[in-house]
């Protein structure tokens, strides 16, 4: 039996097309082509050759599936009537698999009559039907349409995958940088601030007149204060507690914060203290700040409650609120860019962040991330 | 007493030398800059207080408090540290250290707890104490917001930081006479008369900043 036979020659750009079809750099899709009949085979063969695509062809359904099992279609030609699988039953199973679940069919159908199983086919995924003898020019352009399509989805997943990994790029890149200002400023400035505190007390110490000490006790105290701000700063940048202490600790402090913060009371269960990896810590954390982020901001709660979750597997969190409850509209809305971003955080480990909410009864957020294998 | 000093800042060894050069009783033996020269140091030299930073680089603050309450039980650990003490203080205790300040307290605070650590005592700040003072009270019985609803619990708060009945209307889109309301009986359950009682008990608890 052939396997793949391809047909590349030049390509005759139908017309209505956009002209990105002929930059040279496109590369072929693949079309397969159904028929149990060689003669039809060869026919399609030769009416679609001018498109220039990768032609593949099949001779019976098995074979048909195979081939849809390895390849991703633009299209799929398939003709109904043949036997064994016949063309409905082919297409149902091609409809099955994830990979294939939305490859367009074009059904190819010999005799008026079965125009009348039409709905079948549109039940088991067809897109299109054709009757035979197709008219070369419908048959034609239709398929090209296919091909476009096609291409521009593929185009679509990768600038997706693209923008996915700049983002990912981007949020270590951020808190990378978080990390370091936070230690630069807390450390060097905080230790010189502490020496210079030192410094005036011991110049305070040996003075005598009134006005001087009290000069000192202000410059003290203005020390004091500074120290205080630059701290503030640093842990807003990234809390040192979640280097030092771990999730957990960093987990309950933040809620103390929050509750402080906003008056929300906010409930924390969290598990016995354990080690986690860095990177999922602050993954977590991040995600659980967004969420009491949104909850101060939108919400009008009077109560936050949260749970932290560890087993060998994964970290989970709940936050529950009892506030006016999301709306589905702001679930998807362009203004919710946090949420994106707790979603894509949660992505790039492998977890997910789930949300929902009724109105007048508060909104639920529910995140997963998977632990690495320890070592 | 002899004491060891160890901080990865030199700006602040200095300080506290100049510090303690001044007190008869103490006397500085030595210097580290980080946990690996603090375990040295502590085997060369004889001493009876090492005064740490929480935070210098290689071991952190709790394995050498360990490390050192292990191989030398009978002396003191104390520590001086950057952090705040209502996060740090407890777990550096509960490693044994024998105290723990903040590089804000007073000169004299630090020379009064060398001394006190050195005779075996522990010493934390009155600041550190009162809080776990209240946290014992609070263990006895239900602090007094706890019998608060979740809403009463926020005009509290609100009220506590300082805002007015009307910003408080506003800001829940509540009514002006709901929150008297709430704000009465908020009063009633926590056994106070004025909004300064009730700011003041809101500061003492840490309930806000």
Redesign the interface.
Known sequence: MSEAATAARSAAVPEGLSPEVTSEAAPQAKILLVDDEPKSLFALQELLSTLGQNLMIAQSGEEALRLALKNDFAVILLDVRMPGIDGFETARLIRSRERSRLTPIIFLTAAADEMGSMFRGYEVGAVDYLQKPVVPEILKSKVAVFVELHRKSERLKESEDKLRRLAAHLISVREEERAHIAREI??EL???L??????V??LA?RLREKPLVEKTDSMCKLI?TT??TV?KIATGLRP??LD??GLIAAVA?QAKEF???????CRAKLPPEVKLDIDVSTTMFRIFQEILTNVARHS?A??VDMELGVNDERVSLEVTD?GVGIADSDLNGKKSLGLLGMHERALLFGGEVKITGTAGHGTRVSVSIPLRQRT | MKVIIA???P??R???R??LA?EQDLTVVGEARNGQEVVELSRRVPWEVAVLDY?MPGK?GLELIKELRQRYPGRAVLILS???ED?YAV?ALKAGAAGYLT??S??EELVSAIRKVAGGGRYVTPTLGEKLALELEDNRGKPLHETLS??E??V???IA?GKTVRQIADE??LSPNTVSTHRTRILRKMNMKSNAELMHYAIAH????
């Open positions: 807390h450390d905080g230790q010189v502490t020496g210079l505190k030192m410094e007390t011991w110490k004091d120290v205080q701290r040192e507690m030092d202490m402090w509750q402080k913060r906003t008056g929300i009371r009008r009077t109560r009892n | 901080d990865d800042h700006v602040v200095q300080g506290l100049q510090m001044v935070n952190n950057m952090y705040p996060r777990r590089k804000e007073a000169p979740d809403r619990y926020q509290m708060w609100m930081s829940l889109f840490h309930l806000v900043d």
